[in-house]
């Protein structure tokens, strides 16, 4: 439905112009150096496992052309202490949706209490009635990733646009954080795990 919306609102769109529908970690269909920009919006990063992450991070820098720029934002896992604690209302039937929703964070996230311990990880958070595992990962983590698939990270925003300056990467409670890194000459190769 995206795709034929796009296609009926810019019908007259330059002949350069396309829409397709393509998987993230395989855009072998695009030309290697081909965009000046890449967008990854609304956490849709989040929604791969660690090693899909990480091919998609580097299809990304491969069809980024030097010094181009990739745009995305992810999930902060430093944040997950502040939204997953108990949310306490006066109010009957929203202290029983806090209360199921505490029940759905705890079984389906057995490691919940250890996450101190992790740069990364895959949990239920409620996004989709906790139907979507989605990736958390703590912004130093984040910059790692970007670094060995090639960019060189020139941002790292809040939800307000303000930049989470490098000695507050660790600290930052901010849930979801902005990325904006541009593409150094060569695609890297480097092994992130």
Known sequence: LMIEA???RFR?????WAFRVGDARALHFLPAGSFDLVLFS?????????EDRLLAL???RRVC?????FVFTSNNLQAVRSWSRFQWSRYPPRLADEVRRQVALRRLNPSLKQLDRQEYAELYDGTFSFQLRSYHIRPRRQVTQLVAAGFDVLHVLDTRGAEVPEKAWDT???RIICYVARAGAEPGGGGEH
């Not at 609304?42 to 660690?50: K, S």
């Not at 052309?65 to 720029?69: I, L, M, Q, T, V």
């Open 6 to 8: 796009c296609e009926a």
């Open 42 to 50: 609304c956490q849709g990063l989040d929604t791969l496992p660690h």
């Open 58 to 60: 580097r299809e990304m």
């Open 172 to 174: 930052s409670t901010e």
């Open 65 to 69: 052309a030097p010094g181009g720029f």
């Open 12 to 16: 007259d769109h330059p002949p350069h």
